[in-house]
Structure formats: structure tokens, C-alpha cells
């Protein structure tokens, strides 16, 4: 009952921040999907994961057996969903991102702390920089398109993750009225993204939903099933081995949304897979975590 509780405090405000954008849409306010997006995936994102990165602290170990780990689980993860994308005949730009990557960040770091710790969140912190090192530079190349490594090599999020690791792996810290700085701009983008999917959830057919939480299913599982076997592979510490589980299986990211949005891909369907995939694991995360703890 208590994890139930843990993970239902967690995303309430989710869908208290997406219904406001909803209810924005519906009484007929103006909102400017292109802007919001751009300022936050250009100033506002890049410097939460800097600032997220560049504060944590974690033993060099442990860091490296959770880091092998982490690149292993999503390469395999990588590689099943483009595979499965294709034999589905879904269109990779929309579904394959999605599908691949989680909400290790405004979901999966708190998550981890209420059910860890401290440590735990030490933990988390190094599985979302992997993944988001590998979302910003390969998802974001899946969503722009072929022939587009340019975009992803002046994507300002690819260099805020780059730049947060350097920090993280030399133990350097940015003046303190410049860390305050940046944590006040990375803190405008968690609101942002979850007001701004309520926004395109407006818009969203009940057909889309169906087909979201199908995939939204199937993402749930395989990913479980990957970072659990993963885990024991590299037998990992009881409470590494657990966050990777938990951050692995975590819902469909709104960053993906975002990213659709910005590179012209189907954010509608996108969407979808974001409400979809964080309702079923209202359910679905306490379980795991009871399987972990």
C-alpha cells in the first residue's frame, strides 16, 4: 500500500499539470506549442540535466558496473523495438524513440529516492544520463531523419549531457550564482512539458489511445524483462540492480512528445503513448518495485 501510494503522489502531479493545459485548449485560450517547446528544449532542459549531472556524487566502482549495465540494457532495448517497429510497419520516426526510451528523469529520480534513498537516487541519476546522453544524439537523429546528424550535433540537450558528464567525471562545480542560475532555468521544464502535453492530449482520438496502450503494454514488459536480466548479469548490488529495473521500466518520456513536436514527427501519437504508458504504470511500478525492494 505504501508503494502504491509513493508512486500515485509521484505522478498525480502529472496529470495535474497536463489537465491544466488541457483545460487551456478547451475554453479556447491561445498557446504556442512551437515556442514553449523551443524554450524548453533549448535552454530550459539542457540546463536541468547539467546541473542534475554535475551534482552527483557516487563511489567510481559502482558507477562503472551501473554504467555497463545501463548501456548494455539499452542497446538491447534499442535494437528489439527497431526491430519490432519495422515488423509492426509503424513509422519509425513516431514510435521508435517512444518506445525506447523512458521517464528516467521527472519520474524514475524521485521514484528512486522515496524508494532507496539517497543512494538510490545517486544510482538513478547515472541510468538517466546514459539514457539521455543516448536519446539526445541517437533519438533525437531517429526523430529529425536520416542524413541529420547535423541537428543532432547543435541540439543544445546533447551538449548540456556532455557537459554535466565532464563535470560529474572531473568533480568540477560552476560558481555558485552560476549553479543557482541554471537550477532556476532547468526548473521551468518539468512544468513546461507535462502543461504542454495536456495541450496536445486535448486533441488526441480514441483510436490513438487504443493503439498507445497496446505498445504502451508491450514496452512495460520487454523492458522489465531486459533490465532484469541485465542486472543479474552483471550482479549488480541489490539496490543498483532495483533502480535499473525501475528506471528501464518507467513510461514513455514527455520529452519524446517534445521532440516530435520540434522535428515535425506525429506528436499526437507520441501523445498518446506518454498518457497511455504513465497511467499503466500507476499500476505496473509499485508491483515491480515490490519484486525489487
Not at 130 to 157: C, D, H, N, Q
Not at 225 to 240: E, K, N, Q
Not at 266 to 277: E, R, W
Request: with cysteine.
Amino acid at each position: 500500500m505504501n508503494l502504491t501510494v509513493t508512486v500515485l503522489e509521484i505522478v498525480a502531479p502529472v496529470f495535474l499539470l497536463a489537465g491544466i493545459g488541457f483545460a487551456w485548449v478547451r475554453v479556447g485560450l491561445e498557446y504556442r506549442i512551437q515556442f514553449v517547446t523551443q524554450l524548453a528544449m533549448t535552454l530550459s532542459l539542457p540546463c536541468l540535466i547539467f546541473v542534475s549531472l554535475m551534482q552527483t556524487r557516487i563511489d567510481p566502482a559502482a558507477l562503472t558496473a551501473l554504467s555497463l549495465a545501463s548501456v548494455v540494457s539499452y542497446a538491447a532495448i534499442t535494437i528489439l523495438f527497431l526491430a519490432l517497429v519495422r515488423l509492426a510497419r509503424l513509422e519509425t520516426r513516431t514510435y521508435a524513440a517512444p518506445l525506447i526510451f523512458g521517464n528516467t528523469g521527472n519520474l524514475g529520480l524521485p521514484l528512486a529516492l522515496f524508494a532507496f534513498g539517497e543512494a538510490g537516487l545517486s544510482y538513478a541519476i547515472i541510468v538517466f544520463a546514459i539514457m539521455a546522453l543516448w536519446s539526445y544524439t541517437f533519438g533525437i537523429w531517429l526523430v529529425a531523419g536520416s542524413g541529420s546528424f547535423g541537428k543532432v550535433l547543435r541540439e543544445p540537450l546533447v551538449w548540456g549531457t556532455v557537459l554535466g558528464a565532464l563535470f560529474l567525471w572531473q568533480g568540477w562545480e560552476t560558481p555558485t550564482f552560476l549553479t543557482n542560475t541554471l537550477t532556476l532555468v532547468g526548473q521551468m521544464a518539468i512544468p513546461m512539458m507535462l502543461i504542454t502535453l495536456g495541450v496536445a492530449v486535448a486533441r488526441l482520438s480514441g483510436r490513438g489511445l487504443a493503439r498507445a496502450a497496446t505498445l504502451s503494454v508491450v514496452k512495460l514488459a520487454l523492458c522489465t524483462v531486459i533490465a532484469w536480466a541485465v542486472g543479474r548479469y552483471f550482479t549488480l548490488d541489490p539496490v543498483a540492480f532495483g533502480v535499473l529495473v525501475l528506471q528501464v521500466a518507467t513510461p514513455v518520456a514527455v520529452t519524446s512528445y517534445l521532440i516530435a513536436e520540434k522535428y515535425g514527427a506525429d506528436a499526437q501519437a507520441v501523445a498518446g503513448l506518454v498518457v497511455a504508458s504513465t497511467l499503466i504504470s500507476v499500476g505496473a511500478l509499485p508491483l515491480i518495485l515490490a519484486a525489487v525492494l
